[in-house]
């Protein structure tokens, strides 16, 4: 856990002055002609006094605003490079629907764990607790245990504008010790949700059903799953969660954003997760869709999808952290272990530049598929030059027959940049030849693409010229953009002014610094 420190340098100045009065030979007496006068020192000045600085930056407002339900707790100030803030805490649960207004002067905290309502159950229908958070709004978790969870049956409405982003963040980054390669500050934020999922705790319960559901990874407590695909936990939408994941326990992580058991009817666009150190996204089960997503410097994987996820995906972009040393794969897709449980996971994904930097990726490729995972996978760009490009893992994986199946992944219009031994990597049961073969049989597809990104992930030349795949037809959600990858060109705004920017990846001058906080 990093420490906390604030260094505050004074610089003091002063002026010496010091007269030397040098005596010519009438003016030296000699001994015993009497006393040797020193002439006086012309007094100094009376300094002017300097005038006291006038305060710049944020100055803390005189109090928390007043909100519906358990009110904020006054934390006092706190201070950082760009000023100093009235510190407002969150309650530790709302239990009434809540608005949180942005206030010049005030920045929230999480003090720890901090609950949308109570669990409504698996089987309930109702809304109970909608916590609604206004465009520009920062809050921080106070320690490495905060983190905030929705559960099921309450919503959260957090809905920013691009030039009002909300943000959610570590202490750190408040205090200004946070830099480029800083993560761990805090848990996240975890949605949870009525819709199928699979692996239930329950022996014996039915996946998919309203018997089915289970612990989010890293809290306890926090449930999810049910029998509601359409299930709504809130909108959430120009949001940035920067400098999350910390681990609870061995294999106990929170993720920057942790979708669990979420439902279609939630919406979760617009959204940038900065130094997670581990996933940037983790989906458990559910069918949220999910647009617009920007996962920059993750520790572990970019998009982690596990227990019967299925959902559409459009626009991702995922930038492994400058340096190489962190990261593992940019998709890891899961099912491994239970693997011909029903529902299958079955996502499609258009759109997506992946640049992969580390090469000692644990998972040995830039994209993982295992343990019976169903994904079609269009209009992409995978720049992994150092590694193999998809691992395929698990005969159940290329499978096709058996319930709830759709078959080996697909790919169209996938384009990848491959370093390793070979771009593709059948373990488990598949083959090398396997993989290839699933790649290539489909359309317009290419392992030995060469790059000409600027900027690390715009679109230039060599990228406008692959054709690209409608993917309307597989599904309503989708756009045809007409272009592959995440980001048309030099002219596409998609993730500006809404992100921030870092040494792993910058979106331009209408994009702050991850490191500074929006005043």
């Known amino acids: 856990m990093a420490a906390f420190a604030r260094v505050r340098l004074v610089m003091l100045s002063s002026v010496a002055c010091s007269i030397l009065a040098a005596c010519g030979a009438d003016g030296v007496a000699s001994p015993g002609e009497g006393v040797i006068v020193i002439p006086a020192p012309t007094p100094t000045p009376t300094p002017t006094p300097t005038p006291t600085p006038t305060p710049t930056g944020v100055t803390p407002a005189a109090a928390c605003p007043s909100i519906a339900g358990p009110a904020l707790s006054d934390l006092g100030t706190i201070t950082g490079p760009q000023g100093t803030w009235r510190n407002c805490g969150f309650p530790a649960r709302f239990t009434a629907s809540t608005a949180i207004p942005k206030v010049a002067g005030v920045i929230y905290s999480l003090p720890g764990r901090v609950d949308v309502g109570t669990d409504q159950g698996a089987t309930s229908t109702n809304t109970d607790v909608t916590l ?12 490495g245990v905060s983190y905030l969870v929705v559960n099921r049956g309450n919503r959260i409405d957090a809905v920013g504008t691009p030039s009002q982003p909300i943000i959610f963040t570590g202490r750190g980054n408040v205090v200004g010790s946070a830099d480029d390669n800083t993560s761990q500050l805090w848990g996240g934020v975890v ?20 018997a089915c559901e289970r612990d989010t990874e890293g809290t306890s407590n926090a449930l999810y799953g049910g029998a509601q695909p359409a299930d709504n936990s809130g909108r959430m939408s ?10 609870l326990s061995a294999d106990k992580e929170l993720q920057g954003l942790t979708p669990s058991g979420v439902g279609s009817g939630t919406t979760i666009e617009n959204i940038q997760v900065h130094n997670s150190s581990d996933d940037g996204i983790e989906v458990f089960g559910g069918r949220v869709n999910m647009r617009n997503l920007a996962i920059t410097g993750a520790e572990d994987d970019g998009l982690d999808t ?12 995922a930038v492994q952290r400058a340096g190489g040393t962190v990261g593992d794969s940019m998709l890891e897709i899961d099912s491994n272990g239970n693997e011909d449980t029903t529902p299958r996971q079955n996502v499609a994904l258009s759109n997506f530049t992946f640049i992969h930097r580390a090469n000692a990726a644990g998972n040995t490729a830039s994209v993982l598929i295992r343990g019976g ?28 027959t058996g319930a709830d199946e759709a078959g080996p992944p697909k ?26 073969t699933i790649f290539n049989g489909g359309t317009n597809n290419s392992a030995t693409y060469v790059p000409t990104l600027s900027n690390v992930f715009i679109n230039g030349a060599t990228e406008t010229a692959r054709p690209a795949f409608n993917p309307v037809p597989i599904n309503a959600f989708f756009v045809n953009a ?24 910058s979106f331009g001058s209408s994009s702050a610094a991850c490191t500074l906080i929006p005043v």
């Open 482 to 505: 007409g272009y592959v990858g995440a980001v048309r060109d030099a002219s596409d705004t998609r993730f500006t002014g809404w992100t921030c920017n870092s040494a792993t990846a």
């Open 373 to 400: 995972a169903d994904y079609r996978l269009m209009n992409g760009l995978i720049v992994a030059p150092g590694i193999s490009c998809v691992r395929i893992n698990s005969a159940t994986t290329i499978q096709t």
């Open 411 to 436: 790919f169209d219009s996938v384009n990848m940049q491959c370093g390793g031994a070979s771009a593709f990597l059948g373990t488990s049961g598949v083959t090398n030849d396997q993989v290839a």
């Open 132 to 143: 609604t958070i206004d465009p520009g709004v920062t809050i921080f978790g106070a320690t």
């Open 238 to 247: 120009y949001v940035q969660i920067r400098y999350s994941g910390f681990i």
């Open 191 to 210: 949605l949870l949700g009525r819709a199928p999922v699979t692996d239930c705790l329950a022996p014996g319960a039915t996946p998919g059903t309203a």
């Open 306 to 317: 596990d227990v019967g996820y299925k959902g559409n995906v459009q626009f991702l972009l």
